[in-house]
């Protein structure tokens, strides 16, 4: 007699490492042998977590072809394992595995490109938010704009790759080019990933603007993300300019003052 | 370092004047009530538009919890646009209650969020169990029919129902393997389960089907050894035959037509229980919605004809 602890030990292992193991005199044959039986079971864990996986990295099973995808997916799910009863989580940890296993070899774009998907994916279902309070913003002293943090909105993700990451993306949508040439050494992209009116949106940032954003989401001052950006602009960096644009666009929903340095 | 930040301040004074201070009033919501005991569909992402587009005449529907344990997005704006119409169920896949980890805190939190958002009618789950120390196979294992598992099972379903503070209803699940060290069958362990939770039961037609076909039971005893008044849902769907060892091994995929075996232990099941809700599942290969309603339809008329003819 096993043990419900035990017994599902011993069923876990046995849909873990392909044998039947110890379980194997705990199951009722009835016509089919137990190592049949846990197949089944087997097969169903396994396609479930596929599914979820190509469900959430369209472009990356584009890349790489459905029959290596598979391949990649198997690895990856017993590396690691689905860490939820929410199928919707499984591809989480997905850029990190292919980060390990590809970030010094020719393929290590792939480890960005699904890091853009998982953003996608993030984004979709992020926590609404209002809209910026002007009226709000407007009482804010101008002498005290150096002290403001800017808030971003929980459905914006921000993505920078060596790589030409957004042209891949965008190649290989379904409607994409799949047979255009690139040069992965062409030097690398920013994306701005987020959702706008409940479709997700890309769009291609200039570095100062992802410094800038990335320094805001950091809960960097106004003074400090605008120092940091301005840090990597060629010329100047028109920072009411990039304000404007990231307001209008529901990039930056909220603020509060920072400490006086 | 002082340029830009003029202009940002430069900025926000251009913006102060245009302001859009419209304020939002919130309507109260009414929303259809209990499940009616006539034909539902399981609602599934891809037909949200079709359903809030068609108006489907089908008495309510059924979602998945997991699918909206999400923040924000299209997909919990779209069910709540839909709920306002159809009376609905709330059906977990994910809870993982015959597990012997510990029962996930953010799973159940997810859970009582959207039960408080969409004040779903009915919540189910099912008599199963998927993990093992945190390892998820996102499947629906079956338990060994002992004591043991009843007395674990009895403490996971009272703590689900004290955390959300209402009955739920677990459903049988199609098996492909049994224990030798059960010592009750499904029947008699699922009859205790009610008895010593205060739960309902979803019963899964197919999946009695299913597993009496791969276990070699009779569906119908099943059905007759159900307790009457727990029995709340059932669940009708189809499944696949595949070859297994040299012999025919059913497997429930919910991606077909509900077969004609399951129709007939459907009119047994009215029969015995009298008008339940039913809902027609469809999860893989999903066809259009009105294949669905159809078949929901049939699922209607099946139970007119048996009260007609009981006239």
Request: with cysteine; net charge negative.
């Amino acid at each position: 007699m096993l043990l419900l602890p035990e017994l599902q030990k011993a069923f876990s292992a046995a849909l873990l490492f392909e044998e039947t193991g110890t379980i194997g005199p705990y199951v009722v044959q009835n016509g089919i042998e137990a190592a049949g039986r846990l197949r089944i079971y087997r097969n169903n864990a396994r396609e479930n977590f596929l599914a979820a996986l190509r469900a959430s990295f369209p472009v990356l099973e584009r890349l790489v072809g459905a029959d290596y995808f598979r391949q990649l997916a198997l690895q990856y799910m017993q590396r690691f394992p689905s860490p939820s009863g929410n199928l919707h989580h499984v591809g989480e940890r997905l850029p990190t595995y292919l980060q390990r296993r590809f970030g010094h070899t020719e393929y290590a774009y792939f480890q960005d490109v699904a890091r853009l998907e998982w953003a996608c994916q993030e984004v979709l279902v992020a926590d609404e938010y209002p809209e910026l309070d002007l009226q709000r913003l407007a009482a804010v002293e101008p002498e005290e704009c150096g002290r403001l943090c800017f808030v971003l909105h929980p459905a914006v993700r921000l993505i920078a790759s060596p790589f030409p990451v957004l042209q891949i993306w965008s190649a290989n949508q379904p409607d994409g080019d799949i047979d255009q040439v690139m040069d992965l050494r062409q030097g690398g992209e920013q994306v701005l990933v987020q959702r706008a009116r409940e479709k997700m949106e890309l769009s291609g940032l200039s570095e100062p603007d992802f410094a800038f954003l990335t320094a805001i989401s950091a809960g960097e001052t106004l003074a400090a993300a605008t120092m940091t950006a301005a840090d990597r602009a060629a010329t100047e960096f028109d920072v009411g300019h990039a304000l404007r644009r990231h307001v209008s666009a529901g990039v930056i929903v909220d603020f509060h003052l920072g400490a006086n340095r | 370092m002082l340029c830009p930040l003029e202009r940002a301040s430069a900025w926000w004074a251009e913006v102060s004047p245009r302001l859009d201070v419209s304020e939002r009033v919130t309507m109260p919501v009414v929303r259809p009530g209990p499940i009616p005991a006539v034909a539902g569909i399981g609602l599934r992402a891809q037909h949200h538009h079709d359903i809030l587009e068609q108006r489907p005449t089908v008495g309510w529907l059924e979602a998945h919890s997991e699918n909206y344990f999400v923040l924000g997005g299209s997909q919990p704006r779209l069910l709540e646009r839909i709920r306002a119409d159809y009376p609905l169920s709330l059906h977990g896949v994910g809870l993982s209650l015959g597990s012997v980890d510990s029962l996930d805190r953010r799973h159940l939190e997810n859970l009582e969020r959207i039960v408080e958002r969409f004040e779903p009618a009915l919540v189910s789950e099912h008599l199963s169990w998927g993990s093992v120390s945190g390892r998820y196979f996102n499947d629906l294992l079956p338990l060994p029919y002992t004591v043991e598992a009843l007395d674990h099972m009895v403490r996971r379903v009272t703590q689900v129902q004290e955390y959300l503070g209402r009955q739920i209803l677990i459903e049988n699940v199609s098996s492909y393997l049994e224990f030798t060290c059960s010592s009750m069958s499904e029947p008699e362990f699922l009859a205790s389960l009610v008895e010593q939770s205060g739960c309902g039961l979803l019963l899964d037609l197919n999946n009695i089907y299913v597993s009496a076909h791969n276990h070699g039971f009779d569906a119908r005893q099943y059905i007759a050894r159900m307790p009457r008044p727990a029995v709340r849902e059932i669940h009708l769907a189809g499944h696949s035959r595949n070859r297994c060892g040299g012999r025919d091994i059913l497997i429930d995929t919910h991606g077909t037509h509900v077969c004609s075996d399951v129709w007939a232990l459907y009119a047994i099941a009215i029969q015995r229980f009298g008008d339940v809700p039913t809902l027609i599942e469809w999860d893989t290969d999903i066809p259009e919605l009105p294949v669905l309603v159809e078949e929901a339809h049939k699922a209607d008329s099946i139970r007119e004809t048996l009260h007609a003819a009981a006239a």
